[in-house]
């Protein structure tokens, strides 16, 4: 069974730091997802990592994947009060098409 | 990427009775997903839903509870069938996309009282 883990699950920073979010999946995996969810709202794509060292940027995040470690990590340059919502990392099981998901990171910036 | 309409967006209901909850896809999907997000948790996959075939559950989800149809490639239902406060969640649709990721609906916020 895929287990997603996702840490930290509760993360505070200042504007203008950086941090990194982690996502870690217990099996082999096809493909990674992250996901941005602000309050009573629905999922937002943030990014798709299909193979073994994609990188990903979109303004001040960026998503990598390892698959042999298993490992996805969001990073977080230069945090803008915008960026406070809930990230979800999602991963789909090698062969298999459901997604699994983390437990969420919910982000604070605070001035 | 496809888009997806769900309605109702949001409801109150009584404990004890139904409610079915719509999506409809702007293009022709193979499978939907539906999802229950219970309050400040993570997304639960509910079941996969096929046109043509019954819904495929997932543990801890019966067919009974929550009854899926599929009737074409576009559309789909999931009804939440005798409410209990425990019931109250998010409940979303998803299509995949496979350069885009999984898309989502909007969500139905559900409070049953």
């Known amino acids: 069974e895929l287990k997603v883990e996702q840490n930290p699950l509760f993360l505070s920073m200042q504007e203008g730091k950086n941090y990194t979010i982690y996502c870690n999946y217990s099996?082999?995996?096809?493909?990674l997802y992250w996901y941005r969810q602000d309050p009573g709202k629905s999922l937002e794509s943030l990014f798709v990592?299909?193979?073994?060292?994609a990188v990903k940027q979109e303004g001040r995040l960026m998503a990598s994947l390892d698959t042999k470690a298993r490992l996805s990590t969001l990073h977080i340059t230069a945090a803008v009060h915008d960026l406070s919502a809930t990230y979800f990392c999602?991963?789909?099981?090698?062969?298999?098409?459901?997604?699994?998901f983390g437990k969420g990171t919910k982000l604070s910036v605070i001035p | 990427s496809a888009v997806i309409s769900q309605k109702p967006s949001r409801d109150i209901c009584q404990r004890g009775t139904s409610l079915t909850i719509q999506c409809q896809v702007d293009?022709?999907?193979?499978?939907m997903f539906w999802y229950r997000q219970q309050p400040g948790q993570s997304l639960t996959l509910i079941a996969t839903?096929?046109?043509?075939?019954?819904?495929?559950?997932e543990s801890g989800f019966v067919i009974d509870k929550f009854p899926i149809s599929r009737p074409n490639l576009t559309f789909s239902t999931l009804t939440v069938s005798n409410m209990s406060p425990e019931d109250s969640s998010i409940y979303l649709c998803?299509?995949?996309?496979?350069?885009?990721?999984?898309?989502f609906g909007s969500g139905t916020r559900l409070t049953v009282v």
């Open positions: 998803s299509v995949e996309d496979y350069q885009d990721g999984y898309t």
């Open positions: 099996t082999t995996s096809d493909r």
């Open positions: 990592l299909l193979s073994n060292g």
């Open positions: 999602a991963v789909v099981a090698a062969g298999s098409y459901q997604l699994t």
């Open positions: 293009s022709q999907v193979t499978m």
């Open positions: 839903a096929n046109q043509g075939s019954e819904a495929t559950y």
